[in-house]
């Protein structure tokens, strides 16, 4: 197990270390292509228009159960999408929830070649 989780990947965002460029772990990797789906914006790739979920859009959407259900469905394509391969697709949960002045975005998934559980969570602040 630890041969798959030892293969490296470079870290997102790109940085250059004294070593070369800054490498991260499979488990970190797809933590990082979470991210890069949650704040890349819908259109904003060239080649890949479909690509990211572009939630910096919520700050501006009322804090209501249609948008977090909208946003969930939303995240979940993109996410499915993005780490075919690298998750068990029947693992994937992504769930949205809202309080007064948050967004709170929830992502359960297993690594496929670990068969490890991961979880992350964010928080998005809401005027």
């Not at 979470?34 to 939630?55: H, K, M, N, Y």
């Not at 700050?59 to 259900?69: Q, V």
């Not at 939303?74 to 998750?87: H, I, M, P, Q």
Request: hydrophobic share 35%.
């Amino acid at each position: 197990m630890k041969r798959l989780d030892s293969v490296e990947y470079m870290s997102f965002p790109f940085c250059i270390t004294d070593t070369g460029a800054a490498r991260s772990k499979r488990s970190g990797h797809i933590r990082e292509q979470i991210e890069q789906v949650l704040f890349t914006s819908p259109r904003e790739r060239l080649f890949r228009p479909e690509f990211g979920a572009g939630i910096n859009r919520l700050l501006f959407e009322p804090n209501s159960t249609g948008i977090w259900e909208l946003t969930q469905k939303r995240l979940y394509a993109s996410l499915a999408e993005a780490l075919k391969g690298e998750v068990d697709p029947k693992t994937l949960d992504v769930r949205v929830e809202g309080k007064e002045a948050e967004i709170l975005i929830i992502v359960e998934y297993t690594l496929a070649a670990l068969n490890h559980p991961q979880r992350q969570e964010l928080r998005v602040p809401h005027p």
